[in-house]
């Protein structure tokens, strides 16, 4: 989005209820309408830049149970990690949390 008054573009991403939201194209400190550039689904944006940041992309469908529970359970965008994680080599330093009495319940 540009703010045609200062020049300024800024990038959103914005849900389709955030688009419905005028707010979300109103620059905060100059009140000036904010005029939408380029309008671009999110996955299409990986499709087109994921390699300028090293990384791998990997479409997952639905059509399988563990590709259905991957979609339901991360809204379809999985997270990604940038360094491989060996979580047998991390060390638990904390005290045990076990003791539930400590917690207040509402």
């Known amino acids: 989005m540009r703010n045609n008054q200062t020049g ?3 990038h959103k991403i914005l849900s389709p209820a955030e688009e419905k939201v005028a707010t979300n194209f109103t620059d905060a400190e ?10 671009e689904p999110l996955v299409e944006w990986f499709a087109n830049n994921y390699k300028q940041f090293g990384t791998t992309l990997e479409f997952v469908t ?6 259905s529970q991957f979609c339901q359970g991360f809204g379809g965008i999985g997270g990604i990690l940038r360094w491989q ?4 080599e991390m060390e638990y330093e ?3 949390d076990d003791d539930l009495r400590d917690y207040v319940f509402i």
């Open 62 to 67: 639905a059509r399988s149970q563990e590709g």
């Open 85 to 88: 994680v060996d979580f047998m």
């Open 30 to 39: 100059t009140g000036e309408t904010l005029e939408v550039v380029e309008k």
């Open 94 to 96: 904390g005290e045990s």
């Open 8 to 10: 300024e573009e800024v």
